[in-house]
């Protein structure tokens, strides 16, 4: 069972390449972290494939509320964009952009080909990935004297996942970390016991 605040994306590009009656739709899944990075890969992938006739894509984009999006570049509506949305939501996918690339092969597919054609072009693309878990974080502060540095070191390993990020072993110590979102309530309370600790979320 997975930690509930982890979730599946990509590390790296990888590409698919899927034919029929010789059109080709290849595909390229991009890790993606934010809308606004969508379009410079779809204008990098039409210099590159300036025969190509339509550049087809579908997103699930944020960790804690994943925004959905897909668009059909000129093909007949919902015959492009959702099929390859459908398999990055098939596949549980998030912080990913798949994009497909038709060059058209002089013969017409018809509506089912071609959302059979960009949903195969997809799945493809999917299982060349490497797939990799990640976990929705936030960040926590931790600020204490010297002598609680083993304490909280302590109290930090034991939380599942977290990460820390920055840390200050002078004399007021600091210590940042990131983790698991379900974990952060936990956190804050940690060392309620004591004035010599005290923890915030950096997020809320």
């Known amino acids: 069972m997975m930690h509930p605040d982890a979730y599946k994306t990509v590390e790296k ?5 899927f034919r029929d009656r010789g059109s080709k739709f290849l595909g390229f899944l991009y890790p993606c972290a934010s809308e606004e990075e ?6 990098r992938l ?13 997103s699930v984009v944020g960790s804690k509320d994943p925004e959905e999006r897909s668009n059909d570049d000129g093909e007949p509506t919902g015959t492009a964009g959702l099929p390859i949305l459908n398999q990055i939501l098939s596949a ?3 912080n990913v952009a798949l994009f497909v690339v038709r060059y058209f092969g ?6 089912p080909g071609l959302i059979n054609a960009y949903k195969e072009g997809a799945r493809e693309t999917i299982a060349a990935a490497k797939i990799i878990v990640k976990y929705t974080r936030e960040s926590v502060r931790f600020r204490f004297e010297y002598d609680q540095t083993g304490p909280v ?17 002078a004399q007021d110590c600091t210590l940042t ?24 979320a950096l997020d809320r």
């Open 38 to 43: 969508i379009k410079p890969i779809v204008d």
């Open 153 to 169: 070191m302590q109290s930090v390993e034991r939380i599942p996942h977290a990460h820390i990020i920055s840390q200050d072993f």
């Open 106 to 111: 002089g013969t017409k597919l018809g509506k």
């Open 92 to 94: 549980e996918l998030r």
């Open 13 to 17: 590009v990888s590409h698919g390449d």
């Open 46 to 58: 039409r210099k590159e494939h300036p025969a190509a006739r339509h550049v087809c894509h579908a």
């Open 177 to 200: 970390v990131e983790i698991p979102v379900s974990e952060v309530d936990n956190a804050v309370h940690l060392f309620d016991h004591t004035d010599e600790v005290t923890v915030e």
